[in-house]
T-cell receptor
Framework: GAVVSQHPSWVICKSGTSVKIECRSL??????MFWYRQFPKQSLMLMAT?????????EQGVEKDKFLINHASLTLSTLTVTSAHPEDSSFYIC???????????FGSGTQLSVL | KQEVTQIPAALSVPEGENLVLNCSFT??????LQWFRQDPGKGLTSLLL?????REQTSGRLNASLDKSSGRSTLYIAASQPGDSATYLC????????????FGSGTKLNVKP
C-alpha cells in the first residue's frame, strides 16, 4: 500500500516558538493532503485540507494564521504551528487519499508538547 | 453534517473470543466506509474499505459489513488475540467532498492473554 511519512514523531518546545511538521507521500503523488488533530481519548478532528499549488482550506474554528499549511509539491505538505502555546499540545496526523477516492493513508503522527 | 458514532467506547475480552464493534452514521448517502486501527501514539492503519455497493469485506480474521439504509457498519473480529489490542475507528467520506472523512470516536479494545 501507499506510504505516508510524517516527521518528527514527537517534539517538545517552549511556549511562543514555532514548530514545523512535514508530511510526505513516498510512493505516490498527492495533490491533496489532510491535517488532523487528536486530543487524548478523542477521535480525529479535521483541521484543514492542503492543496498542492493553492491555498489550504481550513475547517471552521481553525485559525489559519496559527496553523500555516504549505503544499509546495505533489509529495510534501507542511504544517507550521506558529507561536505555540500549551493548549496547542496535541497529536497531529496527516493523511493522503489514493487516486480518485477511496483509501486514506496516514502518517505516523506527531506528538506536540508545548511547555 | 455527517455524524459517526461508535459503540462501545471500550471493550475488554479474553483471548480467543469473537467480538463485534459497531459504527453508525447519520447520512446514509456515503460512497464508502473505512475501518482503521490505531495503536497508542501512532497513526492509523487501514483495515478494510467497503464500497457503497458492497455489503461486506473480509481480510483474514476481520469481517466488516455495511448496511447503508440503516446507517450501520460492524467490524467482526474472530478468535481475538492480544495483538489485536488497539483503538478501532470507522470513517465515512463527506457527501459533497468524498476526500473529507468523518471519524467516529473509536472503540478501545483490550484482549487479555
Amino acid at each position: 500500500g501507499a506510504v505516508v511519512s510524517q516527521h518528527p514523531s514527537w517534539v517538545i518546545c517552549k511556549s511562543g516558538t514555532s514548530v514545523k511538521i512535514e508530511c510526505r507521500s513516498l510512493d505516490f503523488q498527492a495533490t491533496t493532503m489532510f491535517w488532523y488533530r487528536q486530543f487524548p481519548k478523542q477521535s480525529l478532528m479535521l483541521m484543514a485540507t492542503s492543496n498542492e499549488g493553492s491555498k489550504a482550506t481550513y475547517e471552521q474554528g481553525v485559525e489559519k494564521d496559527k496553523f500555516l499549511i504549505n503544499h509546495a509539491s505533489l509529495t510534501l505538505s507542511t504544517l507550521t504551528v506558529t507561536s505555540a502555546h500549551p493548549e496547542d499540545s496535541s497529536f497531529y496526523i496527516c493523511s493522503a487519499p489514493d487516486r480518485g477516492f477511496g483509501k486514506l493513508f496516514f502518517g505516523s503522527g506527531t506528538q506536540l508538547s508545548v511547555l | 453534517k455527517q455524524e459517526v458514532t461508535q459503540i462501545p467506547a471500550a471493550l475488554s475480552v479474553p483471548e480467543g473470543e469473537n467480538l463485534v464493534l459497531n459504527c453508525s452514521f447519520t447520512d446514509s448517502a456515503i460512497y464508502n466506509l473505512q475501518w482503521f486501527r490505531q495503536d497508542p501514539g501512532k497513526g492509523l492503519t487501514s483495515l478494510l474499505l467497503i464500497q457503497s455497493s458492497q455489503r461486506e469485506q473480509t481480510s483474514g480474521r476481520l469481517n466488516a459489513s455495511l448496511d447503508k439504509s440503516s446507517g450501520r457498519s460492524t467490524l467482526y473480529i474472530a478468535a481475538s488475540q492480544p495483538g489485536d489490542s488497539a483503538t478501532y475507528l470507522c470513517a465515512v467520506p463527506g457527501r459533497l467532498n468524498f476526500n473529507k472523512f468523518y471519524f467516529g470516536s473509536g472503540t478501545k479494545l483490550n484482549v487479555k492473554p
